[in-house]
Each structure stands twice: as C-alpha cells, then as structure tokens.
C-alpha cells in the first residue's frame, strides 16, 4: 500500500470548485510534485494534506491511517511555506526547536536535534540569529531544518523557492533533494516552475483547471505528454492541428504537407482531426539522405539561446521553432532562406483531447 | 553546497581598505527634520525648563524649596498624584484589555468588512472625543438627572445612584476616560493584528501546537511592543488630561491636573511656584513611567533588533 492516498478528493469552495476528483499514491521517500498554472488547485491540495482544509469529498491516507478530518497539528506532517513563514520572535534555534518544545521534550534533547538540523541545512553557528538578519534563501533552508526537526512522516513544500532568485532557487533545490534522499522522506512539492519540476522529481502530477491531466516521471511527462495541455505547459512545443489522412500508415497533413507519427491512430478515420506536437529539439534540417518526413518552410528568425540557437521557420501560416545545439562552426541558414526540416515519425506526438474526468 | 551558507563576517570584515576614501559629503538629510526639533525645543523642551526653573522660585522670585517641601507637606497634594495615577493605571489597563478584545474581534473574528471600517472610522473620532463635549455627554446620560438614569428609574424602578455609586468618583470619571481610550487602543492595534501572518499560525499548528501555544509563544510575543507602547500612551493621555475631568466634575475629584490649574489660575489659591513644583512632580512621574516603559520594551522587542 501506498505511503500516502489521496484518493477522490474534491474541494469547493462556494461555487469554485478548486480541486475535483484528485486521485494519487505517493510511495515511502518518493518525491512528487504538482505542477500547473495559478489557480489550478495545487496549494489547496497540499492545504488538505496538511489538514487546514477539509475536503469536500474523499479521504485522505497516510501510513493506512486515515486523516481527513484530522486537524493539522495532530498529523505526522512537516509543512514548508513559500513566505518562510519563521517566527519573528524566536531566533534560529527557537524556531527549528518549537515543535520539540510544544511537545515537552526535554532541553538536551531539543538542544541535539536543532544542531542536527543546523548541520543538515549547512548552518551551524546560526542558532542565535534572528530572522530578519538571514537572507531568503537561509530563512528558507530553517524553514525545511523546522519542518524536518519532528520527524514528520511526510514533508510538504508549497513553492518553496518562488520568492528566491534564480541562482539560489536552482542551488536550494538541488540541497532540498539531497536532504530528501538522505532523509529518504516522502515529499510533496508544489512549483508553477516546470523545469523545478522536472528537476527534482520522482513523479510529477501535472494540473490545470482542478484536475489532474498527467502522472509520470519527469522523463515521461516531458516526451510523452499525454494531453495537449501537458505538452503546451511543460517545455516549448509546436503544436498543431492535423488532419488523419490515413490511420494505418499513421499519415497526417497539414497546411497541404503530410507527416507520418509512430503513435496509433487506430481509434481514428480518415478525415478526422488530432492535434500533433513536436518538440523543437526533435527537429532537424533534412539532409541529402534522409528524405521522408519532411517539412518545407522559410527561416523567419534566429535566437541564440546560449547552448542552443533556436530557429523560428514559417510553414505557411504556422510557426515552427527548431532547436539545434550551439557549436562555433554552426552553418546557420539566412533569415528569409527556403528550408527542409524533418524529425522522425517518433518525434510526432499525437495528442489526446483533454478529456472531462480522468480516472 | 551553497555559498550563502556560510557565515557572511567575512563580507564586512578583513577587507582592504580602499584605496579612495570616500568623498566627505555634508548629509543635508537632518534638514527635513529640523521643523520638528524646533517645534519640540519651542514647545516641550522649553515649557519644561520653564517649569523647572520656576518650581524653585519663591513669590519674589527668589530660589526657594518651599514649593517642593510644600507638596509632600499636605496630604492634598500626594493624594492628588495618587487619584490621577490610579485612573490612569486603571483605564490605561482596561482600555488596553478591552481595546485589544474588541480590535481582536474585529480583525480576526471575522467581521464584514463595511463593519471594519465602520468601527474603526468611530474609534477614529471617539478616540478624540474628549473635553467638555464627553463630559456633557456622559452628564447628560448618566448623571443624577441624566437621560439614561431616569429611564432606568421609570423602567426598573431602580436608582442606579441609590447604592453610593456616583459618576463623580474615580470610577465614574474612569468610565468616562475609557470613551477615548477603549477606541484610541483599537485604533492602534488593528493594524498590528492585521500583520500577524496566517502562515505564523498554520506553521505553529503544523509543528503541534494549538491556539493557547500560538498566542502564548508566537502573536503576544510579537504584538508585545505594541501593547506596551499603547499603553504608556493611554497612561500619558489620562495622566495629563484636564478639560474633561474639569468640565465633569470641576474641582470636585481631586485630580493632580486639577489642583495644578487652581494654583496657577485660582482666585483664592493662586500660587504659580507651588502649581509649577506639583507640574515639575508629574514630569518626574511621567519620565520614570517612561524609563519603566523602555526597560520593557527593550526586553519584548530584543527580536526586532
Ligand atoms: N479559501 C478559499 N476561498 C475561496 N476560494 C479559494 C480559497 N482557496 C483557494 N481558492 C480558490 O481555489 C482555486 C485554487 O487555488 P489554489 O490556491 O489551490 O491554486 P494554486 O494552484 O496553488 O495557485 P498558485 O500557483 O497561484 O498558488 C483558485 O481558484 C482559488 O481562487
Ligand atoms: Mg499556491
């Protein structure tokens, strides 16, 4: 059985629904996050884990105990806010020693645990500073030392880096994972940053208008997006609408070019639309050799990205980017330039429809 | 590893000099304050030394310390201090409880928010609302022959005033000072409640602890400075209030204010000297209050520094 169950759950408030029929099993040290836009229900979901919400409906597992109408400061549940949220009043050390003092334990044994944590978070020697004299980025690592300092059985994290900039954010959750690893504790991480996601991952559970869309490793969600959602939200994607030409060979036109996928079109028939995706770095300039799949276009414009040189080639009225990797003796095309692009039929991803309810 | 981990002395220590010294520039930004420093020596440094000076001079202007002998001599005089610090103590205490409940309520409990500023809006004006218009008011309503008496007379049939309780006692003239400082102290404390952050709560409930442990550890801890600010203000307000007292009661409760103004204004008991030495002992009151004040302070706000 699984460490934590959400199982149905459902959230409304008033006439918002927030979160609808959130189904998920997260296994003991695995590290899940949610990824969606604004307002897609993430931190509701996480609020209900941590019990300030009560769901609408379903319940809520962990450890096979049921949970869902427990209130928060009775489960075995480390929280980590995007604001930090530390108190201003203690110092270091009485924020990540409040939990042991709340529950009585003695001063030796609160004294041990804060500097276990401070060693975790590399910190030590930062028990006497106040709050407000650390930067974002400690603040945020005394946080985790404070949810971490209880044992909790499963730690939360609402975008704990949102407020960092970019070089801490990138450093922080690289340290947030070993800590995770070498704690082996089951995790929940909510980011609206999908690179985050991916990053870190075990499992990333992507959501938009409170649902889920997609569950699977990052490595999954990336190259396989199952729904034209996913693909849209996470990376950069050329998405567009195709017509089946023939199901069994898998051939589809657009804009009067055809393209052959490697996934079934079985459910489908002639004439029917399905909206294909390719990712940019799948595409490539057509050589003398390989002639199948290809698509013809004009160089509209060229961006250096650093390691990669991002193409955007006009296919009538269609926009596609390509990505190729950055190398000095790069022999670009000129802007303006007829050109032949092709990826290979794997690289054709045919996209489901969102569909109403997911299971 | 990251590199924010470390201690960060070394940014402010060790480092070579540099090899400029920065240009000394004339910092004209004290200019802005200058208006309140001479409004300050105009108006507060200066009545003060006046004061002083004259406590210690006799009836010809001469250095004398009758007038200071003269205020421990009569027992009028210490019960006046006395009167006047007690309705102060009581309605700064008072109205800070009550002020704090009721702005409480009003912040965190949940209240519409055209309730909100309604409420705050009144206890903007009530907390100015003080003088002969609050003394009248209060007359008016429950006075010997007030509104609020007579009914309760023609109603009930009880004379709220039979039992030995008067309006023009310590605690009926406290009843009246807590009208501007009940408001004063929710006036002050609603935006001190509104930055006490939910996820202060949620994090203390997370790690185990219930309402009792986040009010007794986290919000008074923080609201302290405030609360201890509030209430040396609503001290100071009651302890150097005049008008109101007067207009309520005349000279018929005892407050230091009170018998200051006849000794400098009185016709039968005019004595600048000895009114000057009685205001010269409410400074004295009011600096060791202050002291009190910042000693505690100093020890409820250690975490803001
Ligand atoms: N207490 C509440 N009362 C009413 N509506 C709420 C409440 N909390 C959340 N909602 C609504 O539920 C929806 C989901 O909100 P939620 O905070 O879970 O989104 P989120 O995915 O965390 O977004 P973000 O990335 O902006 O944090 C939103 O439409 C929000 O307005
Ligand atoms: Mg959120």
């Known amino acids: 059985m699984a460490f934590l169950e959400i199982n149905n759950v459902s959230k409304t408030f008033g006439k918002t629904t927030a979160v609808k029929d959130f189904n998920l099993k997260v296994e003991k040290g695995e590290l899940v996050s949610f ?10 979901t996480l609020r209900m884990v941590a019990g300030f919400e009560v769901p609408s409906s379903g319940e809520i597992i962990i450890d096979g105990k049921d949970v869902t109408y427990e209130p928060p400061n009775r489960r075995p549940v480390g929280m980590v806010f995007q604001s930090y949220a530390l108190f201003p009043n203690m110092n270091v050390a009485a924020n990540i020693g409040f939990g042991l003092k709340i529950a009585k334990r003695s001063r030796e044994e609160i004294n041990q645990r804060v500097n276990e944590m401070l060693e975790l978070i ?3 020697g930062y028990g006497n500073r106040y709050p407000h004299q650390l930067s974002g980025g400690q603040q945020q690592r005394v946080a985790l030392a404070r949810a971490l300092a209880m044992h909790p059985e499963v730690l939360l994290l609402d975008e704990p880096l949102s407020a960092l900039d970019a070089k801490i954010r990138v450093s922080l959750r690289g ?7 070498e704690l082996g504790i089951t995790t929940v991480y909510v980011t609206h940053d999908q690179e985050e996601a991916l990053s870190i991952s075990d499992r990333v559970v992507v959501m938009n208008n409170a649902q889920i869309e997609q569950i699977g490793p990052p490595f999954e969600i990336y190259n396989f997006p199952q729904t034209e959602f996913v693909a849209q939200f996470v990376g950069t994607l050329n998405a567009v609408n195709a017509e089946v030409v023939d199901p069994k060979a898998k051939i589809l036109k657009f804009e009067g070019q055809q393209l052959q996928t490697a996934f079934s079109l079985d459910k489908l028939h002639s004439g029917d639309k399905v909206m294909i995706a390719i990712r940019p770095e799948r595409l490539s300039f057509a050589s003398q050799e390989k002639k199948a799949n290809i698509l013809k276009g004009k160089v509209q414009n060229i961006t250096f990205l650093g390691a990669v040189v991002r193409i955007q080639i006009g296919i009538d009225s269609l926009n596609f980017y390509m990505d190729t990797f950055n190398n000095p003796y790069l022999a670009l095309p000129k802007i303006g330039e007829d050109v032949e692009i092709t990826c290979s039929a794997e690289a054709v991803l045919a996209l489901k429809e969102r569909k109403e309810s997911q299971g | 590893m990251v590199m924010d981990a470390k201690p960060d002395s070394h940014r402010t220590t060790g480092g070579a000099p540099s090899a400029r010294p920065p240009k000394s520039r004339i910092n004209w930004s004290w200019l802005g304050v200058v208006p309140f420093f001479a409004f300050a020596i105009m108006f507060l440094i200066l009545p003060s030394l006046s004061i002083f000076v004259r406590s210690f001079e006799g009836p010809e202007g001469q250095f004398t310390l009758d007038n200071i002998f003269a205020i421990f001599h009569g027992r009028d005089f210490i019960n006046a201090y006395r009167t006047s610090l007690t309705i102060s103590l009581i309605t700064a205490v008072s109205g800070g409880i009550f002020g704090f409940l009721l702005a409480y309520s009003v912040i965190l409990g949940g209240l519409p928010s055209v309730a909100r500023s309604f409420l705050l809006t009144f206890s903007g004006v009530a907390s100015n609302f003080a003088g002969v218009p609050l003394a009248f008011a209060f007359v008016a309503t429950i006075g010997n022959a007030g509104l609020v008496t007579r009914i309760i007379e023609n109603i009930l049939n009880v ?23 009940f408001p004063l102290m929710v006036l002050i404390m609603a935006p001190a409640l509104d930055g006490l952050r939910r996820e202060w709560r949620e994090a203390c409930e997370n790690l185990g602890g219930t309402e009792l442990h986040y009010w007794r550890y986290v919000a008074l801890p923080i609201l302290m400075p405030t609360l201890l600010g509030t209430m040396i ?3 100071g307000n009651a302890f150097g209030a005049y008008a109101t007292a007067y207009a309520f009661s005349g000279s018929f409760i005892n ?20 009114g000057n030495a009685l205001a010269l002992g409410m400074i004295v009151i009011m600096s060791l209050s202050m002291v009190g004040y910042l000693t505690l302070q100093r020890r409820a706000a250690r975490w803001l520094r």
């Open chain 1, 35 to 44: 990824l969606g836009p604004s307002g897609c229900g993430k931190t509701t």
């Open chain 1, 175 to 181: 340290e947030i994972r070993s800590i995770q690893r």
């Open chain 2, 233 to 235: 203000l609503l001290f």
């Open chain 2, 159 to 181: 004379d709220i005033h039979a039992r030995g309780f008067t309006i023009y006692s310590i605690w009926g003239l406290s009843i009246v000072y807590m009208y501007f400082q």
């Open chain 1, 122 to 124: 590399h910190m030590p």
């Open chain 2, 255 to 274: 407050l230091i204010t009170i018998v200051i103004g006849a000794q400098i204004q009185g016709d039968v008991l005019y004595n600048p000297g000895l």
